[in-house]
T-cell receptor, first 114, second 114 residues
Framework: SAVISQKPSRDICQRGTSLTIQCQVD?????MFWYRQQPGQSLTLIAT?????????ESGFVIDKFPISRPNLTFSTLTVSNMSPEDSSIYLC???????????FGPGTRLTVL | SQQGEEDPQALSIQEGENATMNCSYK?????LQWYRQNSGRGLVHLIL?????REKHSGRLRVTLDTSKKSSSLLITASRAADTASYFC??????????????FGKGTLLTVNP
């Protein structure tokens, strides 16, 4: 199974600032996904990040607010820009294991915006 | 939009009892995956069942899938206090326009009392 790590595991940030979350996979993968889980809610897909192309954003999410980088096949970053308290959530990255349909998730980044 | 809908939203049982959680969905799927989440941490993948499968087992877990009713169930037998967590189903449409994007249900919060 794919092993995914995320940094930071949690952070408390001030309104108006930005935070970059890193996601590292222990093997090369084509597709990486970023999800948001608001307090007490389920997971919502933010965007799909494929290496060598622009990220594809879901309805309600825009690049200016959530810029994503995918510099290689094992790494991706998600930035939460100009944060407000409504951005307080757990952010999770995910990937599909090569050759299977199983999707694995990182441990998540718990973000609190004051 | 949410594809999967789990019920019940919350379930409280005694240790040793069985727990059954249900998931319904709306559109065609390639597979359905069940996850566990402990206290707002990352998601742990439990089991994947494909659209052409009707039942799968993994240890104390049993998953069924009825594509005619667009529903799935997760049974945990002989539950333990350590099974206390939120359980989510996620539908995978496969390749094509939806490009492997998982859609999550709202989850069932399972509490196993010692």
């Amino acid at each position: 199974s794919a092993v995914i790590s995320q940094k930071p595991s949690r952070d408390i940030c001030q309104r108006g600032t930005s935070l970059t979350i890193q996601c590292q996979v222990d093997s090369q993968v084509t597709m990486m996904f970023w999800y948001r889980q608001q307090p007490g809610q389920s997971l919502t897909l933010i965007a799909t990040a494929n290496q060598g192309s622009e990220a594809t954003y879901e309805s309600g999410f825009v690049i200016d607010k959530f810029p994503i980088s995918r510099p290689n096949l094992t790494f991706s970053t998600l930035t939460v820009s100009n944060m407000s308290p409504e951005d307080s959530s757990i952010y999770l990255c995910s990937t599909r294991q090569g050759g299977t349909d199983t999707q694995y998730f990182g441990p998540g980044t718990r973000l609190t915006v004051l | 939009s949410q594809q999967g809908e789990e019920d019940p939203q919350a379930l409280s049982i005694q240790e040793g009892e069985n727990a059954t959680m249900n998931c319904s969905y709306k559109t065609s799927i390639n597979n359905l995956q069940w996850y566990r989440q402990n206290s707002g941490r990352g998601l742990v993948h439990l089991i994947l069942i494909r659209s052409n499968e009707r039942e799968k087992h993994s240890g104390r877990l049993r998953v069924t899938l009825d594509t005619s009713k667009k529903s799935s169930s997760l049974l945990i037998t002989a539950s333990r206090a350590a099974d206390t967590a939120s359980y989510f189903c996620a539908t995978d449409p496969g390749s094509g326009g939806s490009n492997y994007k998982l859609t999550f249900g709202k989850g069932t919060l399972l509490t196993v009392n010692p």
